[in-house]
C-alpha cells in the first residue's frame, strides 16, 4: 500500500493550462488519473506504466493532456493544456502496487490505492 498525494488543482480558463501531481510514498507499477465530474462517474484519463514508460490516453484528453514520471520521486504528473469547461472535475491520482498478469489500466478497479482528489475547475 502507498499513500498518495495529489496536488496543482485550481480554477483557469479556456484554453488554460495546469499541472497536476502526485506524489507517492513507495513505488508502483503503474499510476494513473481518473476524473469525475459532479453527477458522473469516475472516469480514466490517462496512466503510465513505471517499467517501460509506456502511457495511455482516454480519447477526450488525446494531444491535450500529457502524462509523465519521476521513478526516482515517485511522483507523476499530468500537463493539461487547452482545457475546455468539460475539463472540469475533481481529478484523482490510482496506484497499482499488486502484481497482476493482465495489460489492464483504465478501469477502477486495475488500482489499489487512491488519492484524496484536487479540484479543477475550467471557466468559460
Known amino acids: 500500500q502507498v499513500q498518495l498525494v495529489e496536488s496543482g488543482g485550481g480554477l483557469v480558463q479556456a484554453g488554460g493550462s495546469l499541472r497536476l501531481t502526485c506524489a507517492a510514498s513507495?513505488?508502483?507499477?503503474?499510476m494513473g488519473w481518473f476524473r469525475q465530474a459532479p453527477g458522473k462517474e469516475r472516469e480514466f484519463v490517462a496512466a503510465?506504466?513505471?517499467?517501460?514508460?509506456?502511457?495511455y490516453y482516454s480519447d477526450s484528453v488525446k494531444g491535450r493532456f500529457t502524462i509523465s514520471s519521476n521513478n526516482a520521486k515517485n511522483t507523476v504528473y499530468l500537463q493539461m493544456n487547452s482545457l475546455k469547461p468539460e475539463d472540469t472535475a475533481v481529478y484523482f491520482c490510482?496506484?497499482?502496487?499488486?502484481?497482476?498478469?493482465?495489460?489492464?489500466?483504465?478501469?477502477?478497479?486495475?488500482?489499489?490505492?487512491w488519492g484524496q482528489g484536487t479540484q479543477v475547475t475550467v471557466s468559460s
Open positions: 513507495g513505488g508502483t507499477f503503474l
Open positions: 503510465t506504466r513505471w517499467s517501460g514508460g509506456l502511457t
Open positions: 490510482g496506484a497499482r502496487t499488486q502484481i497482476r498478469f493482465n495489460g489492464h489500466y483504465s478501469q477502477q478497479g486495475d488500482y489499489d490505492d
